[in-house]
Each structure stands twice: as structure tokens, then as C-alpha cells.
T-cell receptor, first 112, second 113 residues
Framework: DQQVKQNSPSLSVQEGRISILNCDYT??????FLWYKKYPAEGPTFLIS?????DKNEDGRFTVFLNKSAKHLSLHIVPSQPGDSAVYFC???????????FGKGTRLSVIA | EAGVAQSPRYKIIEKRQSVAFWCNPI?????LYWYQQILGQGPKLLIQ????????DSQLPKDRFSAERLKGVDSTLKIQPAKLEDSAVYLC???????????FGPGTRLLVL
């Protein structure tokens, strides 16, 4: 049973436009959410996170939105750049010393 | 600050052989994780250490996988004997404390023939 779901395996966006990556979760105990970016042959790189006490967190071109009632979060990249082309993983954890649960990832392609 | 180091980067073995992977976490990070990432899937936790103690190994196939972190710093993950379905990328991650942001190494890509 997948607790973290990324239902879009891939997404193509034109350079300069907004990229929106979505993630749904089923475990209501999750209270910390992260996005990781992964290039081929590299490990995942931490991008941005949000705790359940917030509904938005911004870092430069990246913004994560959390809708707890819908158990949904999204990552917005504005403006999208070709270097953003990678696989993006959504991950979640419960409070305290618990491991991350990852989604299957969404491959973003930003077309110049 | 140096990141998480892993070796080897690639390994090809035949089924029933044994293999070991090494990880050195970010200096000062008390928590260390091993993940398995099968092609097309997200990383799945195998084992979590807090210092040199095991916090969670519920997803580790203990009949063939073992891991240790004897001095609370670097760690090794071993597979013996390997099966075809063990072909995956093995990722090591560390965090300053359990529940904090995890930082990943480059991974070891294992191919079992």
C-alpha cells in the first residue's frame, strides 16, 4: 500500500513557464514533507521541505504548498529552467525519529 | 562540508555471490540510513541507525542482508547471497538527528547477473 503517491510519472514544461508537481499521501500521521531532486547517476538532493504547521514554504524559485485536509502537496517551480530537468521525489515522515516514505517520482523535462 | 560518501559506485556480480557497500556520513550526523531504490520506484528504507544502534530494520531481508555501524560513524551493508531481484541502487543517507532532513550519497548501482 503506497502511502505517498505521485500520480504523474512525467511532466513536460516550456522554459520560463511554471512547473507544478503533485503529491498525495494517505497517512494522517505524516507531519513533515520534503521534495528531493535527482539527476541520473546521482543521489537525491534535498530541495525544500514543509512541516504540517505551515501551508506554504518558499525558497527562491521553489514553493511547496500543503493542503492537510486534502492530504495533498505540490511543488511549484517558477520560472522553470532547463537545468530543472530531473526526477522529483516527494517524501514524508511522522513526528520524531521515523524514516522517510517516498513516492515513485515525477520526471520533469523543461524544454528550451 | 563534505557530503555523504559511498563506495563502490558500481558493482556487477553473479547471483549467489556476496557483495558489500560502504558509507561514510556527513561528519557529526548521528543518524544513518540505507535505502534500496529499484528502477522506476522511490527509495525504500532498509535500515536506520542512531549512532551505532539499530532504530528500524523492519524492511531489511535479514536472511541475506546485514548492516553494521560499529563505531557510530561509517557503515557497511552486505548481501549474501545475492539474488537477481537485488539489482538496484543502494543509497546511504544521514541526518543530524532522527526526523531531520536527510542528505544522500551518490549511491551504489548493483547489477546481479
Amino acid at each position: 500500500d503506497q502511502q505517498v503517491k505521485q500520480n504523474s510519472p512525467s511532466l513536460s514544461v516550456q522554459e520560463g513557464r511554471i512547473s507544478i508537481l503533485n503529491c498525495d499521501y494517505t497517512n494522517s500521521m505524516f507531519d513533515y514533507f520534503l521534495w528531493y531532486k535527482k539527476y541520473p547517476a546521482e543521489g537525491p538532493t534535498f530541495l525544500i521541505s514543509i512541516s504540517s504547521i505551515k501551508d506554504k514554504n518558499e525558497d527562491g524559485r521553489f514553493t511547496v504548498f500543503l493542503n492537510k485536509s486534502a492530504k495533498h502537496l505540490s511543488l511549484h517551480i517558477v520560472p522553470s529552467q532547463p537545468g530543472d530537468s530531473a526526477v522529483y521525489f516527494c517524501a514524508a515522515s511522522e513526528e520524531g525519529n521515523t524514516p522517510l516514505v517516498f513516492g515513485k517520482g515525477t520526471r520533469l523535462s523543461v524544454i528550451a | 562540508e563534505a557530503g555523504v560518501a559511498q563506495s563502490p559506485r558500481y558493482k556487477i556480480i553473479e547471483k549467489r555471490q556476496s557483495v558489500a557497500f560502504w558509507c561514510n556520513p556527513i561528519s557529526g550526523h548521528a543518524t544513518l540510513y540505507w535505502y534500496q531504490q529499484i528502477l522506476g520506484q522511490g527509495p525504500k528504507l532498509l535500515i536506520q541507525f542512531q549512532n551505532n544502534g539499530v532504530v528500524d530494520d523492519s524492511q531489511l531481508p535479514k536472511d541475506r542482508f546485514s548492516a553494521e555501524r560499529l563505531k557510530g560513524v561509517d557503515s557497511t551493508l552486505k548481501i549474501q547471497p545475492a539474488k537477481l531481484e537485488d539489482s538496484a541502487v543502494y543509497l546511504c543517507a544521514s541526518s543530524a538527528s532522527g526526523g531531520g532532513t536527510q542528505y544522500f550519497g551518490p549511491g551504489t548501482r548493483l547489477l546481479v547477473l
